[in-house]
């Protein structure tokens, strides 16, 4: 894959442009690492998701110096040798996407992800891999190091940070719901059996609880009610049973206004959750 330069990789500036990044970090434990590393992105920070079993965070940010700043501290603080965590990960700065909101485009989000896999690379010799229009995520995560190389950077992981799946998408939602009654190999079933096209699933034990792990990738098609009554009813075939969900990060508020208010407890949602909402919040909106 050839990325294209924008004249020198320096950052564009159209302030009327909003592009999200959501950075996956793995580290979910120490509160004083994440919190050191989120501060980086300062005004730019939306939210911040932490799980310790996964362990992992998830930071939104808005713009692309937010998410190099973010970088730059865990890349620093972080050593992915020492690492450990049921959800998968390339490496310490693990998935960095790019997402076209408010008077950005597409192609804006995709020349973001190509300048960011440069300026990592050559900043801090971590080799990335780009995800978007020519591959997904769960392509780099099953080839990276294996029969695909690096888009961008050297050919071998760098000893303590990894790999960096860098991304151009749509806007997804990532969430999780929690189930009683199953086991390993029921769990990874019961993921299977709701995975389609528009929801991506891992069925995992996490601490003494067992989950299903969902990006929506079409949430507009298919939302938070929508996968949590799969789960359900996928559930109730295994003899097994919902006891919660989990909204991690944020979403479109679009997708909320979808979900009637009387389930929002239920899905864990609120209105103070949108995308929209920390936008206007922070005055970047």
Same mark, same amino acid.
């Given at each position: ?10 950052? +564009? ?39 310790? #079993?996964?362990? &992992? ?38 998935? %960095? ?8 485009? +597409? ?16 900043? #801090? ?30 050919? *071998? ?10 991304? *151009? ?36 034990? %996490?601490? @003494?609880?067992? *989950? ?24 109730? @075939? ?7 969900? @989990?909204?991690?990060?944020?979403? +479109? ?24 909402? &920390? ?7």
């Amino acid at each position: 894959m050839t990325l294209r330069r924008d004249r020198r990789d320096r950052l +564009p500036c159209h302030p009327r442009a909003v592009l999200e990044c959501v950075v996956n970090i793995s580290e979910g434990r120490d509160g004083a690492v994440i919190a050191e590393v989120a501060a980086a992105a300062g005004a730019h920070l939306l939210d911040v998701h932490s799980d310790p #079993h996964h362990h &992992r965070s998830v930071l939104t940010l808005v713009g692309e110096e937010a998410a190099r700043a973010v970088a730059d501290v865990a890349v620093a603080r972080l050593d992915l040798r020492d690492h450990d965590g049921v959800h998968p990960r390339l490496g310490v700065v693990d998935v %960095v996407p790019f997402v076209a909101l408010d008077g950005a485009t +597409p192609e804006d989000a995709l020349a973001a992800r190509d300048r960011f896999a440069r300026w990592l690379a050559a900043r #801090h010799a971590v080799p990335c891999f780009c995800y978007g229009p020519e591959r997904t995520l769960p392509e780099v995560r099953r080839r990276a190091f294996r029969d695909l190389a690096p888009d961008v950077g050297p050919a *071998q992981p760098h000893p303590r940070a990894g790999a960096t799946a860098v991304g *151009q998408r749509d806007v997804l939602v990532a969430y999780n719901v929690w189930v009683a009654g199953v086991n390993a190999t029921s769990v990874r079933a019961l993921a299977d059996a709701v995975r389609t096209r528009e929801i991506r699933t891992l069925g995992l034990r %996490v601490g @003494e609880r067992w *989950q299903v792990s969902m990006n929506l990738v079409a949430p507009a098609v298919a939302g938070p009610a929508v996968a949590f009554d799969r789960v359900v009813a996928a559930a109730e @075939e295994l003899g097994a049973t919902v006891e919660g969900a @989990e909204l991690v990060g944020l979403l +479109p508020e679009a997708v909320l206004r979808a979900v009637p208010a009387r389930r929002w407890a239920e899905l864990d949602l609120g209105a103070e959750r949108t995308i929209e909402a &920390r936008l206007a919040a922070a005055g970047l909106r």
